[in-house]
């Protein structure tokens, strides 16, 4: 339940919640314009995953898919046909081959997933046979490892998250 709510908390941290709506903006700017989907399926085989606030840890969801299908998304929008699209010099689209094209974006992808990975895989294990209290335990403990050991973020951000941990904490013995 605590890693449940530090989820949910880590979602709201400035650099993670920037990152996320970005990369929302990007999966609804891929998912509801046909055209463009058509396009990003000429070059890929997996779909786009759609942020859902109902799906369990959809952030990382959402995230992991994106970094996943990095590359086709930037031949879709460097390809002939992107360029041949009546609305690919709108501002909207010329936005988001900006972000799509930006690597300090992909880099916060990566820092976020980092920091998210540990936490994921916690409440993954909740949600499988034979996850026992002891168990819980070292993948609690080992997640808080590797908070603190990611390297992809500053000591900073990792110690945001790790607040977020014990502000959950105390929530949850009030």
Excluded at 47 to 52: C, F, L, M, S, V
Excluded at 80 to 104: G, H, I, T, V, Y
Excluded at 134 to 151: E, F, K, Q, S, V
Aim: net charge positive; aromatic share 10%; hydrophobic share 50%.
């Amino acid at each position: 339940m605590m890693y449940v709510w530090m989820f949910l908390f880590a979602g709201k941290l400035s650099w993670v919640k920037a990152c996320t709506q970005k990369a929302s903006s990007m999966v609804i700017f891929f998912t509801q314009k046909g055209k463009v989907l058509s396009m990003f399926r000429e070059h890929s085989k997996l779909e786009i995953k759609k942020p859902a606030t109902t799906r369990f840890a959809y952030m990382w969801i959402v995230l992991s898919r994106l970094l996943e299908v990095r590359i086709p998304l930037r031949q879709t929008l460097v390809s002939l046909l992107w360029n041949d699209w009546d609305e690919s010099s709108l501002e909207e689209a010329k936005s988001m081959q900006r972000l799509c094209l930006d690597e300090e974006f992909w880099e916060n992808v990566k820092a976020v997933l980092n920091i998210l990975t540990p936490i994921y895989r916690v409440l993954r294990m909740t949600d499988c046979e034979g996850a026992t209290l002891g168990l819980l335990i070292h993948m609690m403990r080992r997640a808080i490892d590797d908070i603190r050991a990611a390297t992809l973020v500053t000591t900073e951000q990792a110690n945001e998250v790790l607040e977020v941990r014990n502000i959950v904490i105390c929530k949850l013995l009030n």
